[in-house]
């Protein structure tokens, strides 16, 4: 993979982004392909997603399906 994209998403406190780490974090392996991959990790209030690709347009629509999917998680956490 030539190309990374790093996404740090930071939280008021540990817990709200442990929630937004599970629940994105099930996906990874799930939406990956031939040209893009992605991992999950949290490290007390920040939740880190790095998006790898072969290209450009595939790590465009992985750094998109991602913030989509934590944007999401983050809606659920706030409940």
Do not use: K
């Not at 893009?36 to 490290?43: D, N």
């Amino acid at each position: 993979m030539s190309h990374l994209s790093v996404l740090r998403f930071s939280y008021p406190d540990e817990r709200r982004a442990r929630v937004v780490e599970r629940s994105v974090g099930v996906e990874v392996g799930e939406i990956d392909d031939e040209r893009s991959q992605a991992s999950v990790e949290r490290e007390g209030n920040t939740v880190e997603v790095r998006v790898e690709a072969t290209d450009l347009v595939a790590l465009r629509a992985g750094i998109n399906s991602w913030t989509r999917m934590v944007a999401v998680a983050e809606r659920l956490a706030a409940r």
